[in-house]
């Protein structure tokens, strides 16, 4: 852990240049102990409209755009030369054209996936579903993966996780409200003429069937709350044992056809999984076929003509994002070249863009919020000395990883061949994909991957190797700024760093141990003590009225409420013993007529402005275990005693809330 000396100096030798908050970025007519959010996010919220292609637009998207920017110059530049096939460069230029061909495209129809369709349609006994479903990766109703074993975190095995329906929250297909009632009828519309596309006939019924058995794998798979127990999610087991759980698939036949011998296994859902056995065994085979179909058309229906597209734009897009228009084609093409080749792509990005001096701040920075965190640990009054002192343990065993990976992806096995189809080279690239992550399968978990590329706006903590990372994709502004002084810094990217530790000790990675393993390091007092600390923020969260009559999910959210609640906490300490430690010339003081602390609030804010369409609101309650960016100012600042003294927040203000019942964690 950093030492108290570099707590307080370390970013001394930065001088202060700006503020970086714009003033037009605040709403001053908006009162901000009334509403922080209006205050410092009004001004960008009028100046920055909802675009038509987007469903939400705030500072992450904003970013977003810059980064698709800067890729797709990149990808332009490649695409000015010729390249020996085989070669990365001619990989990414290749693939990029193939995506921005849509004459093409509209000229093969549905061809591309015919062969697919053919191949299901061949399906003539039931006994061939089990090496089927095995070597299918276009349709399935569960998914098999390779990650950390979560009581051997430092070997990998094979995981088994519920699927099978398209919507992919089981609410959609359940509850009886009135948009949701609306949603499922016009899913109903969009299988048949996606059907009607394909040249199915009988459309109206296969619709119906595709309805009926995603609702039945639906209703015996878990909701996002109860995604979230990691322990009721690992059921190890061996294939035998497996064979004996789920006897409707030959499991020996399913794992040949995948070319693996797993051995032992984590099964996540098991009523799911039985569900979906004793489907496959007592539907229709008809009507399994069907469903494969469906989800063979679902999955391809991006990546064909332009009239297939918006057909599946109109669906996924308008009516369950209220999206207006969709993103103009040379950013699906970006977007799909970062998702096949991101890291070859993230190696020019970094290249270019990413300065050194950039990463050696952000090392001063984590290591200070480091210091900081490990100073809250301390300071809880709840937690025994013997809990602290596992949870110290933990905190100084983080792996910090910053901007890219030391050891780059080699892509020589991936072959895009622009004489296929666009849908061909795609399935190449899932089959390189799958083959890619089942080549860890029972091997020694690899520290050094990175499960983000380096253009990522993003960043995450990985409770199963106890590590936290920032790609340089987030390390631009309004996170991070080099020419801004630190109550920006600390308020924008240090309050990011300060939410990706804290998931460490949230109530899903806390029941991680320093090392990665499910393994409860708590006595049982300071368990409990803990559960009715984040119950004080999952009911606050609860109480929020996020549409009309629509309330936040305060239990699905607790995790990254958590940890917004302590990357503000802690962040805001290290902000304190780093600013009190300059020397004044170093400091700047009141600027615009806001105090430092006041301006690291603001830049926090500033992180979740956006504009958000109705349709996203009542979706992401659904789908989204973030809060909304509103709530994540306006329902997380109230809980934090430093905003009140920041602001002069009063009990006269609609936000405050009694000190005794606020959230007390981190």
Request: aromatic share 12%; charged share 25%.
């Amino acid at each position: 852990m950093a030492s108290m000396a570099l707590l307080m100096t370390a970013c001394s030798k930065q001088p202060a240049q700006t503020t970086g908050i714009p003033l037009s970025n605040l709403d001053t007519t908006a009162v901000p102990q009334n509403d922080f959010y209006q205050f410092a996010c009004g001004g960008w919220m009028q100046n920055n409209p909802l675009p038509d292609e987007y469903s939400r637009f705030g500072s992450f998207d904003k970013l977003g755009l810059t980064n698709l920017e800067q890729v797709n110059s990149l990808i332009q530049e490649l695409g000015s030369k010729t390249y020996t096939h085989g070669t990365v460069e001619q990989k990414i230029s290749d693939l990029y054209s193939l995506a921005m061909d849509t004459a093409r495209r509209d000229n093969e129809g549905f061809t591309p996936v015919q062969a697919t369709l053919d191949e299901i349609a061949a399906i003539s006994d039931r006994a061939e579903l089990s090496r089927v479903l095995g070597e299918a990766m276009e349709f399935g109703i569960w998914a098999m993966y390779v990650e950390a074993d979560a009581l051997n975190s430092s070997m990998n095995i094979l995981n088994e996780y519920q699927g099978g329906f398209a919507l992919g929250e089981k609410e959609y297909y359940l509850d009886q409200d009135e948009h949701t009632t609306m949603i499922r009828n016009e899913y109903l519309k969009h299988i048949e003429r996606m059907f009607t596309l394909f040249g199915f006939d009988r459309a109206d019924e296969r619709a119906k069937t595709v309805l009926r058995l995603e609702t039945r794998l639906a209703t015996a798979a878990r909701n996002n709350v109860e995604l979230r127990d990691p322990i009721a999610n690992y059921n190890k087991m061996s294939v035998d044992e497996l064979q004996t759980l789920v006897p409707q698939v030959n499991w020996k036949t399913y794992f040949d056809a995948m070319q693996i011998e797993p051995g032992v296994l984590s099964v996540g859902q098991i009523a799911h999984l039985q569900e979906a056995g004793k489907m496959l065994a007592d539907e229709p085979l008809e009507d399994l076929k069907t469903l494969f179909a469906w989800q063979v058309i679902d999955g391809a229906a991006s990546y064909l003509s332009n009239e297939i597209f918006m057909a599946n734009f109109d669906f996924y897009g308008r009516i369950l994002s209220g999206k207006k228009e969709p993103s103009p084609l040379w950013k699906r093409a970006v977007q799909v070249v970062n998702g096949t080749l991101g890291e070859a792509v993230g190696q020019m990005y970094v290249q270019k863009y990413f300065p050194e001096e950039n990463k050696q701040r952000m090392l001063s920075l984590v290591r200070n919020l480091q210091a900081a965190l490990g100073d809250r640990i301390r300071m809880t009054e709840w937690m025994s000395d013997e809990t602290k002192a596992k949870a110290i343990e933990k905190l100084e065993a983080f792996t910090i990883k910053i901007g890219y990976p030391d050891k780059w992806r080699d892509y020589t096995d991936l072959d895009i061949d622009p004489a296929l189809t666009y849908y061909a080279n795609l399935q190449r690239a899932a089959k390189f994909e799958q083959a890619y992550s089942l080549s860890f399968l029972n091997q020694p978990v690899d520290k050094e991957k990175w499960y983000m590329t380096p253009q990522t706006v993003n960043a995450y903590y990985n409770p199963s190797s106890n590590e936290i990372c920032f790609p340089a994709g987030i390390l631009q502004y309004p996170f991070f700024d080099m020419s801004a002084d630190d109550a920006f810094n600390y308020g924008a990217i240090g309050v990011v760093i300060g939410h990706e530790m804290t998931h460490g000790f949230d109530d899903q990675g806390c029941q991680f141990d320093k090392d990665g393993n499910m393994l409860n390091w708590w006595t049982d007092e300071d368990r409990a003590r803990f559960r009715e600390r984040t119950k004080v923020m999952e009911e606050a969260f609860n109480r929020i009225e996020v549409a009309p009559g629509v309330h936040a999910n305060g239990a699905f959210t607790l995790g990254e409420n958590i940890a917004d609640h302590g990357g503000l906490q802690v962040s805001y300490l290290a902000f304190c013993k780093n600013e009190a430690a300059k020397p004044e010339a170093e400091r700047l003081g009141v600027v615009d007529g806001f105090t430092p602390a006041q301006r690291f609030f603001l830049a926090y804010a500033n992180v979740w402005a956006g504009n958000i369409r109705p349709e996203e609101i009542l979706q992401r309650t659904k789908s989204d275990p973030h809060s909304l960016g509103r709530w994540r100012v306006n329902g997380a600042l109230p809980q934090v005693n430093a905003w009140y003294e920041a602001w002069n927040v009063t009990e006269e203000s609609p936000l405050f809330i009694p000190e005794e019942q606020r959230v007390k964690i981190w």
